[in-house]
Nanobody, 125 residues
């Protein structure tokens, strides 16, 4: 079992930056792929970014490529999402997620077994 807790959300102006954190407990993170997803009001949840269990592979949605950076520090059981040049359309609740299986390269909504409670990011225009 894995417990995930996101933090770092908040209110920021357009063009600003935020760093989200996802702390894991209950199981070591080092062999788990991790991902970030978001859900805006009235919209379906969508993929934002993912990082492989080794950290060697990272993935980004086209809408955030070049602006967001995912990273992980296994010793701290934490995954980060650095968000820069934030836009109004980045406003959403951001969730981190992990699969149940180890050594997965990319976690997807379909393969995610564990989810955090979400953290709100609001970008004012």
């Amino acid at each position: 079992q894995v417990q995930l807790v996101e933090s770092g959300g908040g209110l920021v102006q357009t063009g600003g930056s935020l760093r989200l954190s996802c702390a894991a407990s209950g199981r070591a993170l080092r062999y788990l792929a991790m991902g970030w997803f978001r859900q805006a009001p009235g919209k379906e949840r969508e993929f934002v970014s993912a990082i492989s269990w080794s950290g060697a592979d990272t993935f980004y949605a086209d809408s955030v490529k070049g602006r967001f950076t995912i990273s992980r520090v296994n010793a701290m059981n934490t995954v980060y999402l650095q968000m820069t040049s934030l836009k109004f359309e980045d406003t959403a609740v951001y969730y981190c997620a992990a699969p149940s299986k180890s050594f997965v390269v990319k976690v997807t909504e379909e393969t995610a077994a564990y989810w955090g409670q979400g953290t709100q990011v609001t970008v004012s225009s």
